[in-house]
């Protein structure tokens, strides 16, 4: 008789059982932000009824909710009492200078969710549900949400960013930010760097953000806006840095390389580009938040994408750049792709 | 001077970010069923050109897709190609008798979601958004729907818990499958004892798919039908086994000692109760699943909750039963609660 095969780990509908239940996760913790669970948790002793006490709640959909962010990964739970994991309270907690519970509202904004509920239409579309160009359709006011609510998750990559885009460059320098939402890429380079003088391009709405931004970070002086569409305005010029961040992806290829064309042609001879991007491996796959990230821009545009750093490279070359270096951000799903302008 | 502080890990909001967006994991997997994806990987050769022919869908749309379905845990990728997972083949696979694909229209329907939509103003009222009894209000249609598209995912359950609950007992025996939906465990008790007999209680459009399922496996003959709600109808007897599967988590303690009650009362007294649950561990947060189903119980119900095996032991001695015993289902998020009507 033959020895029986070795036997396959057991398998389980687990998988397939959490991802469809998955949407509970985006609503359990978007009603715990709003229900001020996660500054209750970090001020009190933790159990159940102060929690519910101060979200003005029931007992009964507290204790659910609370346990639910704990099988989420997103609180802990000792001896029947609630309290912060390091990650809910740096990232959760509203007392937290490093929160960013507010990404929770635009990332589930209707409009940004619409295409969610026609998915499979979307898929043999090959594009958003969205009428027009989606979310980059001109003065789409999204953006303005995007500005505000976006800008605590984007705040610890401008310091990374400043130093690659910078290279250590002092001294008197202009530099371009376009579709620069909450500003903070182009406000550190003039942090960074006390000589800096930034232009904010963005949609005039999106630019009073960004004016705000820069007045907090005491650079108000040093900062200019340029209303309007980066693919229509002018961008004056010539400039030591343009900042590229978190917009190729809303384009295809075509489109990205005509701006980049632009981009080149608006720096100095020594000057160069720096993109901020959500870049997966050529596998596509992989690491899982660059990789998912082309799931929203099928959702909320016409043509956009999470490019790789093949085809990032390749559109810079063809818009006529010289070397082009990747620059992973630690810690981050960003990668900043540096271009320089010259040979 | 003193040496630094160890170090911790490095913090990053990633798992915060993968809360937020979790909900398009939900609607990717729902369109890739809807689309077909996983019957053009199992026959194809899983490059995207096929997969997207046979989905009648754009190459965009279908690459995002299934390079989303990948860093979701439910597709693999290897040089390009789409290929399934174990998990995959065996439950997303319309080709595999264990397929379970069809439990996305019931977890997705528009009726199951809403309370989500303001889940905030659940928790505070502590209950569901749903009007009345919310899923459990009278002749709800959607438990069609339910006996319908989770049927494939609870036939996995039906052997074990017609082990338990039978205990090797042979020869004539009367069975009441209460709320019994698509009727496979009490269909299971009938192909495991050719002499029981069993009846099956539930909204009499329910029973239709119940009926049709004891068609199949043979056993129609030995098959009845009780339409009504399980707290009005008589439920005649005396019986030798009562099921009571997934349906206690939709009421209060309370509620379910009184039906427990009427259990009780309608069995022999050698007969026993077999109760299928989601019991999560005592501390209310683990395992997952289980844990995590007290969440839908708060969108969906007024009163129901992921009850622990101490609550339902309780309710069963309040309810007069004898010896109560747990017996987890291996590799499934349920139990089978046992308990015996004499002492």
């Not at 204790?63 to 959760?92: M, N, Q, W």
Request: proline share 8%.
């Amino acid at each position: 008789m033959q020895s029986a095969p070795s036997q396959a780990a057991p398998l389980t509908p687990a998988v397939v059982f959490e991802n469809v239940q998955a949407f509970q996760r985006t609503f359990a913790l978007k009603a715990a932000i709003e229900l001020d669970i996660f500054r209750a948790v970090g001020e009190g002793p933790g159990d159940l009824a102060s929690i519910a006490r101060h979200a003005k709640a029931s007992e009964r959909g507290t204790r659910i909710l609370c346990d639910f962010l704990v099988v989420s990964g997103l609180l802990e739970k000792v001896d029947g009492r609630y309290r912060h994991s390091p990650t809910s309270a740096a990232f959760l907690d509203p007392k937290s200078p490093s929160c960013i519970a507010s990404i929770v509202k635009f990332l589930t904004l209707p409009d940004v969710r619409q295409s969610y509920e026609c998915l499979a239409d979307v898929v043999r579309n090959g594009r958003t549900a969205m009428p027009g160009q989606g979310t980059v359709e001109p003065e789409n006011p999204i953006w303005v949400e995007f500005a505000q609510s976006m800008a605590p998750m984007m705040a610890p990559l401008a310091g990374p960013l400043g130093s690659i885009a910078l290279q250590g460059r002092n001294g008197p320098m202009r530099v371009l930010d376009i579709a620069c939402g909450h500003g903070l890429f182009g406000i550190e380079i003039a942090k960074q760097n006390p000589q800096a003088h930034v232009t904010g391009l963005d949609w005039a709405p999106v630019l009073r953000v960004a004016l705000e931004n820069a007045q907090k970070a005491g650079v108000r002086e040093r900062y200019d806006m340029l209303p309007g569409s980066a693919f229509e305005v002018d961008f004056g010029g010539p400039y030591d840095t343009i900042l590229l961040t978190n917009f190729l992806h809303h384009f295809n290829a075509d489109t990205c390389v005509e701006l980049l064309k632009k981009v080149r042609s608006s720096l100095k001879p020594d000057g160069c580009a720096a993109t901020l991007e959500f870049v997966p491996n050529e596998d596509r796959v992989s690491p899982p938040l660059p990789a998912a990230f082309a799931m929203t821009m099928l959702a909320t545009t016409e043509w956009g994408d999470a490019y790789t750093y093949s085809e990032l490279s390749d559109m810079h070359r063809r818009a006529g750049f010289g070397e082009v270096t990747c620059h992973p951000v630690p810690l981050s799903p960003h990668t900043v792709v540096l271009a320089k302008a010259g040979k």
